[in-house]
């Protein structure tokens, strides 16, 4: 008889893959600003920069002059002290939120809404940023870090510059311990051993003969004991050239 698979003891939701989130600083998101702000200036000063554990990019307290504080993913350059401005009357400087439709073309930016007001929600990785392509009736073109191209919404707010912290996976753990506190934070289960190492008794992909008879495809509506592998895959094998 063998024992519960990872997806199984996942499910349960025990201390092992939850997540360590009173460690946790604040969110990441941009302030509630009224419309009249597009029209406008708001300005700020980046009171700290701080480590958020889980997150890979370091977050920026800001103040803005009307007394509110917010925390916001911190760009490439950005320092304390530093006076950023918020609004359709801002300059172009790294740091400084603007509307998309306001962003000049080919300009860098990162931090992006998808939809007004809702706080940030590309571009927000390490190292990550999107350009300014064009803009349309429709909305705003976007290349986003994937290469894909998308409308935002033309009131949707944007930062200037680039994520920061862009050159952390560059660099080596070296220890094992350092990758499990890292996914301890996130709340990852670590390590993650595959399930062909396994013998057959503990999970679907089991054992060191490996036959065609084991498919790795299996259904959306699979029990969690057998819900393991390529999930409602849409087709096997490599794909076909065209």
Do not use: W
């Not at 063998?2 to 349960?12: A, E, N």
Request: positive net charge; contains cysteine; hydrophobic residues 35%.
């Amino acid at each position: 008889m063998g024992k519960r698979i990872l997806v199984q003891r996942r499910g349960r939701g025990t201390s092992v893959f939850e997540a360590s989130t009173h460690k946790r600083v604040a969110p990441a998101r941009y302030p509630n600003l009224s419309k009249e702000i597009f029209n406008s200036i708001l300005k700020g000063q980046v009171l700290d920069l701080i480590h958020d554990p889980g997150r890979g990019t370091p977050l920026a307290y800001i103040e803005l002059e009307n007394g509110e504080r917010y925390y916001t993913v911190a760009t490439e350059g950005m320092h304390e002290g530093q006076i950023i401005e918020l609004g359709g009357k801002s300059s172009i400087n790294i740091g400084n939120v603007l509307p998309a439709g306001l962003i000049p073309e080919g300009t860098t930016i990162c931090n992006i809404e998808l939809n007004p007001g809702d706080g940030g929600k590309i571009a927000r990785a390490s190292g990550a940023y999107a350009t300014v392509v064009s803009h349309t009736p429709e909305g705003t073109i976007v290349s986003l870090p994937s290469g894909k191209t998308r409308y935002v919404n033309n009131l949707c707010l944007a930062t200037i510059g680039v994520v920061a912290a862009a050159g952390r996976v560059e660099k080596p753990f070296v220890k094992a311990g350092a990758k499990f506190h890292l996914m301890e934070s996130k709340g990852h289960k670590y390590p993650r051993v595959r399930g062909r190492a396994m013998i057959a008794a503990l999970h679907p992909f089991g054992s060191g003969r490996r036959g065609a008879r084991k498919v790795t495809t299996v259904s959306r509506d699979a029990p969690p004991g057998r819900k393991v592998g390529l999930i409602s895959a849409k087709r096997a094998g490599r794909k076909k050239k065209k």
